[in-house]
């Protein structure tokens, strides 16, 4: 079962919500690991596209939109919208509104809401699926 923590922002700004989980794959692209950022659509999709590009000066995080090519650093971070690829379904930062399919593949789960109504909505219903799944959840408010 997958290690799942729910981070929950103080501001209800989508935009400082992608800029936390920016340097979420950051942290855990320089722990060495890869990740899949699943995403709702293939814009948004494109929006972690340029904020890992840009989302701080000096940073470098090999990623790729995930098109059904795989890319060929190990950990590079993959963003996509659809079941992500089976090595990098280790770790799951998910920034959609809804529930990853498979979750129980994933070794780690990240949930990244801001304070919005709409958010912790469908978070809370992430969060009963989860626990319906008997899998503990770690929650930090931050």
Request: net charge positive; with cysteine.
């Amino acid at each position: 079962m997958p290690a799942i923590s729910f981070y929950i922002l103080a501001s209800e700004s989508t935009a400082e919500r992608d800029v936390f989980a920016c340097k979420l794959i950051e942290k855990i692209y320089r722990s060495g690991a890869c990740a899949y950022v699943l995403t709702d659509n293939a814009q948004q999709s494109q929006l972690f596209d340029r904020l890992l590009w840009t989302f701080r000066a000096g940073s470098f995080i090999p990623h790729q939109t995930h098109t059904g090519t795989l890319p060929t650093a190990e950990n590079a971070i993959l963003i996509g919208s659809d079941t992500p690829p089976e090595h990098w379904q280790k770790t799951l930062i998910n920034v959609s509104s809804h529930c990853p399919q498979n979750f129980a593949k994933s070794e780690r789960i990240l949930e990244i809401l801001d304070n919005s109504v709409a958010a912790k909505t469908l978070g809370r219903d992430r969060y009963r699926r989860y626990q319906q799944a008997g899998i503990a959840i770690t929650t930090h408010k931050m």
